[in-house]
């Protein structure tokens, strides 16, 4: 019994300290010892689409539309869309306005979700490059330039520009922000290996040509479009200097939710549509170690805190070095969990934490990664998404 729990805790201790900190360093190494360059080219500049699926945002697509129309790029190089999925806020009428500057509005009466948005807009873009943004985030002014001096490289066929977390007066943003410092460095290190299989929908540059179609129950639409181009064989990469602005969430509540179900589509992506079974073992093995194990963390988390607990009580009439170890091991993460906990308090009582943030966004993160584990089994995720809060 006791071998067995000790195999239990190690095992999980091992896939934790693999996904968050032994992959990483492993491709920070290749990046250095066997980088494949992008070739990059500052003169190209083919045209673009800037695709903007929309649902209720009207108090944000006022100053998105105005900063589309300020971006240094050719006028005559760039086509705005917006594709309004059934808003009833007013967002329509806002985008009217900007009609006569060039902004094209296609409007889904029903609600469809975002998928159906994307398809549709991609059916009335123009460009060579598609550049997908989600509504809220606002581009410095050279991002489109330098996402496509990546696409002078013919291995290229996907780009993704850089996210900046806004500042806010709330204990989401610190962490947030950490977080995608943390996920830019991986990106980067992916990317001079060959590929990131990390996208995201604030900054999201495709080939036109290499798009295909997808369900419109498809929940993580950059994700998928993503893998379908590298199964066409072209290369994903990340582009560190091409920035957007975004808020993190006012709440926990509201990222928990946001988490939720990007998780529930992380596991449609990886299993429902097949996009584990990678077209190289290279790529398969990213996905394993950057997509895969990361949703799975609540599990080991669990394991690890059960496991210790048993073998604490196995060898507690031992008082020998295995039971302090074990008490040991168990304290620490029970003292996590209570500065989790704590952190919670803290919000709900509007006396938010930045010490305490840290392990609260953790660990809200890691179960809703497991809600959406969930939601994926029971098939109960919406394709619809809910604006987020800020």
């Given at each position: 019994m006791t071998a067995l729990l000790s195999l239990l805790f190690w095992l999980s201790?091992?896939?934790l300290f693999w996904t968050y900190f032994g992959y990483p360093l492993l491709m920070a190494v290749r990046a250095k010892v066997r980088a494949r360059p992008i070739q990059q080219d500052e003169s190209y500049l083919p045209s673009i689409t800037l695709l903007i699926p929309a649902y209720n945002e009207a108090d944000v697509i006022r100053e998105k539309l105005e900063n589309a129309?300020?971006?240094?790029?050719?006028?005559?190089?760039?086509?705005?869309?917006?594709?309004?999925?059934g808003s009833a806020d007013g967002t329509t009428e806002i985008v009217r306005e900007f009609e006569e500057r060039g902004v094209t509005l296609i409007r889904q009466p029903e609600r469809s979700g975002k998928m159906a948005a994307v398809n549709r807009g991609f059916e009335a873009a123009t460009g060579e490059l598609v550049v997908l943004s989600d509504a809220s985030p606002i581009y410095e002014t050279n991002a489109l330039r330098l996402l496509a001096r990546n696409f002078a490289d013919p291995s290229v066929g996907v780009v993704v520009g850089a996210l900046r977390v806004w500042d806010a007066q709330n204990a989401v943003a610190k962490p947030a922000g950490l977080y995608w410092q943390y996920e830019s460095a991986l990106r980067r290190w992916e990317s001079l290996t060959g590929s990131t299989v990390a996208v995201h929908g604030n900054?999201?540059?495709?080939?036109?040509n290499l798009y295909r179609p997808l369900r419109r129950h498809t929940i993580n639409d950059e994700f998928s479009i993503a893998m379908e181009v590298m199964r066409q064989g072209y290369r994903v990469v990340y582009e560190p200097h091409a920035i957007s602005y975004d808020m993190a969430s006012a709440t926990m509540s509201d990222e928990f939710k946001r988490r939720a179900r990007i998780n529930a589509g992380r596991f449609q992506a990886l299993f429902s549509a097949g996009y584990l079974k990678a077209p190289t073992l290279d790529l398969t093995f990213r996905l394993i170690s950057h997509k895969l194990l990361r949703p799975l963390t609540p599990i080991f988390m669990l394991t690890a805190l059960v496991s210790s607990?048993?073998?604490?009580?196995?060898?507690?009439?031992s008082f020998d070095r295995a039971f302090w170890f074990w008490l040991l091991v168990f304290f620490a993460q029970d003292v996590f969990y209570m500065l989790a906990y704590a952190g919670y308090l803290a919000e709900r009582n509007g006396r938010s934490n930045k010490f305490l943030s840290v392990p609260y966004f953790f660990v809200s993160s890691n179960l809703a990664a497991l809600v959406g584990m969930w939601r994926w089994l029971r098939n109960r995720q919406s394709v619809t998404w809910q604006k987020r809060t800020s």
């Open positions: 201790a091992i896939a129309l300020s971006l240094d790029y050719p006028a005559g190089k760039l086509q705005i869309i917006v594709v309004d999925d900054m999201f540059a495709v080939r036109r607990f048993m073998l604490m009580i196995l060898t507690a009439f």
